[in-house]
């Protein structure tokens, strides 16, 4: 990904972090740059820029007000992505790949068994948490079911947690929204390659390998958080 798409993302981040925190005192400066980012990256008359108006009318940063800002940075830092993937496919793409899914799929791809190579890092994933699950939960399960328990929005119940807590609502919808792509990842990537005969460019198997990665490197994210040994 081209260097000023980093430093983007980066200060997305860290406009987010902002706001999940409610900081009021920096309200002024999230207005200011996520104006500037709306207009540079999705244009005066995109219906992200237009609802971003509509709520910055008033002067004071509220719970509800933090919401709805990180959920339009979310939605500028998805664009971002999709376009760093794109520029990833014609240059160092594998530079975005995280290490268990090079190891286990770069060389499938490069012999040109694309679907293979995704389908083999589904598994990685699948692997880590079905043993952690285990190991840690007494119990033993696969694929969609083993994603929708491990990332169970119950702290009592869940083995990982995708943000630092489940009582407020911003931690109650990243703990679900990670629960339904891996969910879906399991379901919508990974079922049709093995329950029929799907054939993939290289380009598609390049973005799901991308996908992959990113989910591979939140569960580095999530075990660190939750003190969990391998």
């Known amino acids: 990904m081209e260097e000023n798409l980093k430093l983007l993302i980066d200060r997305i981040d860290s406009l987010t972090y ?7 005192y920096a309200y002024d400066k999230i207005k200011f740059e996520l104006d500037a980012l709306l207009i540079s990256v999705l244009g005066k008359d995109s219906s992200e820029y237009l609802y971003f108006i509509s709520i910055c009318k008033s002067s004071r940063l509220d719970s509800e007000k933090a919401h709805l800002l990180r959920g339009i940075l979310g939605a500028v830092r998805n664009k971002l992505l999709i376009e760093g993937i794109k520029i990833s496919t014609t240059s160092n793409w594998d530079e975005l790949l995280h290490p268990i899914i090079y190891k286990t799929s770069y060389k499938k791809l490069n012999d040109g068994y694309y679907a293979e ?3 083999a890092a589904i598994k990685e994933i699948n692997v880590r948490i079905k043993n ?3 190991k840690y939960k ?3 399960l696969d694929g969609a079911d083993l994603f929708a328990n491990a990332f169970n929005s119950d702290k009592d119940k869940t083995l990982l947690m995708a943000g630092t807590d489940l009582e407020s609502q911003s931690g109650k919808d990243e703990q679900e929204g990670y629960r339904l792509l891996f969910m879906g990842l399991w379901k919508g990537i990974r079922n049709p390659k093995a329950h029929a005969n799907t ?3 290289k380009e598609q198997a390049i973005e799901r390998l991308i996908f992959t990665s990113m989910l591979m490197n939140k569960l580095d994210e999530c075990i660190r958080n ?3 040994i391998e």
């Open 138 to 140: 007494s119990k033993e």
């Open 226 to 228: 939750a003190g969990l």
């Open 199 to 201: 054939s993939l460019t």
């Open 132 to 134: 952690l699950y285990k």
């Open 117 to 119: 190579s995704v389908e």
């Open 18 to 24: 902002l706001c999940d925190n409610d900081k009021h």
